[in-house]
């Protein structure tokens, strides 16, 4: 089955360091995704974007997070500044042309600022 | 966006079926309904999506009424392996419908 690979798996960092993380997403989607998931709390929605551009954004996407599709496979979320708070498990997630049948998420890279 | 509301936590017996209900009282048209599940440490995982009355799949059943302002996820004979958190959201498309609730924790005990 095919899946949404995302690395590192785990990451430590200082805070105000910038962060990048990766996300190879299944081949043939078109829509991809970003959501963190702080500890204990609910999945919340960061960003989506299609054909190279940001589609939707919420409000913790902030001035601090960018996304970017460098090549044909790769799909990065970057924080420049990291706070404490940026702690959180971070998923990437695709979906096909249709965006029907649901989205699939990545196994998530957990962000730890310190 | 529609708000949906599900139950915060339920817990079932094993072999026993587990019913998730789901009010999503503005939704809209265009809407699709969408369950997820998710474990611990893991990515939500998609399960079943409908439009109206029943869709059935390996994993679940998922029951929407003609008015469409709920919806019901049925899993049949739960074991131990189904405790997880499951998500209801609704929106026109997966495109749409990025904002997930709180979830109804489910434990299945033995």
């Known amino acids: 089955e095919p899946e949404v690979t995302q690395t590192p798996s785990h990451q430590v960092t200082q805070m105000g360091q910038e962060v990048i993380l990766r996300c190879v997403p299944i081949?043939?989607?078109?829509?991809f995704y970003w959501y963190r998931q702080i500890l204990g709390q609910k999945v919340e929605f960061l960003v989506s974007?299609?054909?190279?551009?940001?589609?939707?954004k919420s409000e913790i996407f902030d001035d601090q997070f960018s996304v970017e599709r460098p090549d044909g496979s790769n799909f990065t979320l970057k924080i420049r500044s990291t706070k404490l708070e940026d702690s959180a498990m971070y998923f990437c997630?695709?979906?096909?042309?249709?965006?029907?049948?649901?989205?699939?998420f990545g196994q998530g890279t957990r962000l730890t600022v310190v | 966006l529609a708000k949906t509301t599900q139950p915060i936590s339920m817990d079932s017996y094993e072999g026993q079926e587990v019913n998730i209900t789901c009010s999503h009282n503005?939704?809209?048209?265009?809407?699709?309904i969408t369950w997820y599940q998710q474990f611990p440490s893991q990515g939500p995982r998609f399960i079943i999506q409908?439009?109206?009355t029943k869709v059935t799949n390996e994993v679940a059943s998922l029951f929407i009424p003609a008015d469409r302002k709920s919806s019901t996820l049925s899993l049949p004979r739960v074991s131990l392996s189904d405790t997880a958190v499951y998500y209801c959201?609704?929106?026109?498309?997966?495109?749409?419908?990025?904002?997930f609730g709180t979830g109804t924790s489910l434990t299945v005990i033995p």
């Open positions: 959201l609704v929106g026109e498309n997966t495109g749409n419908q990025f904002y």
């Open positions: 409908g439009y109206k």
């Open positions: 081949s043939n989607h078109l829509y």
């Open positions: 997630a695709s979906s096909d042309i249709t965006r029907l049948g649901g989205a699939f």
């Open positions: 503005n939704i809209a048209t265009n809407d699709y």
């Open positions: 974007f299609y054909n190279n551009e940001i589609s939707e």
